[in-house]
T-cell receptor, first 113, second 111 residues
Framework: EDQVTQSPEALRLQEGESSSLNCSYT??????LFWYRQDPGKGPEFLFT???AGEEKEKERLKATLTKKESFLHITAPKPEDSATYLC??????????????FGKGTKLSVIP | NAGVTQTPKFQVLKTGQSMTLQCAQD?????MYWYRQDPGMGLRLIYY???????DKGEVPNGYNVSRLNKREFSLRLESAAPSQTSVYFC??????????FGPGTRLTVL
């Protein structure tokens, strides 16, 4: 069973059409939940870290929220340049010095002009 | 300030050949990681180094070896490449707060 599940796998939006991406997780002790953006042919780019239920963070048209079982990445009035694959990852409490991330498979977002 | 750099960017190998992927960071971070990314599988951890002088296996270590050369450099070696190792390989680093920063990747094809 996957520890991190992202939905939908792919999402097509018209420019200006707001929506949300979901990331559900089943780890027992969450240290942090991370959102990344990945453009084709490039490495993941860090967006947000959320640490506790109820926490929210915003950056331009993106807002990330966290509950005890899932996180949402809300995209308000998206533009074509927001097209990318968005990755969610969780970090569990573990031994000192270990900060491993478990990634979901990502949501590929396409924003049509 | 380059962040995380990886060489080479692209590589084609024949089955059985060996090669080393290089990763270097100028962020003065303690921990470094190697991932592979395959379609439909997401990013999977191969090996990591929590600090200089230590390395540990991740989720998919078979067929790979690593060396933490110093605080800046972490290399990944394929001793005898197999077609199943065709993938995109990413190196990442993190400081104590846990956020990982990724390099641009190496695209490897094994024929």
């Amino acid at each position: 069973e996957d520890q991190v599940t992202q939905s939908p796998e792919a999402l097509r939006l018209q420019e200006g059409e707001s929506s949300s991406l979901n990331c559900s997780y089943t780890v027992s002790g969450l240290r942090g939940l991370f959102w990344y953006r990945q453009d084709p042919g490039k490495g993941p780019e860090f967006l947000f870290t959320l640490y506790s239920a109820g926490e929210e963070k915003e950056k331009e048209r993106l807002k990330a929220t966290l509950t005890k079982k899932e996180s949402f990445l809300h995209i308000t009035a998206p533009k074509p340049e927001d097209s990318a694959t968005y990755l969610c990852a969780v970090q569990e409490w573990s031994g000192a010095g270990s900060y491993q991330l478990t990634f979901g498979k990502g949501t590929k977002l396409s924003v049509i002009p | 300030n380059a962040g995380v750099t990886q060489t080479p960017k692209f590589q084609v190998l024949k089955t059985g050949q060996s090669m080393t992927l290089q990763c270097a960071q100028d962020m003065n971070h303690n921990s470094m990681y190697w991932y592979r990314q395959d379609p439909g599988m997401g990013l999977r951890l191969i090996y990591y180094s929590a600090s200089e002088g230590t390395t540990d296996k991740g989720e998919v270590p078979n067929g790979y070896n690593v060396s933490r050369l110093n605080k800046r450099e972490f290399s990944l070696r394929l001793e005898s490449a197999a077609p199943s190792q065709t993938s995109v390989y990413f190196c990442a680093t993190t400081e104590r707060e846990g956020t990982q920063y990724f390099g641009p990747g190496t695209r490897l094809t094994v024929l």
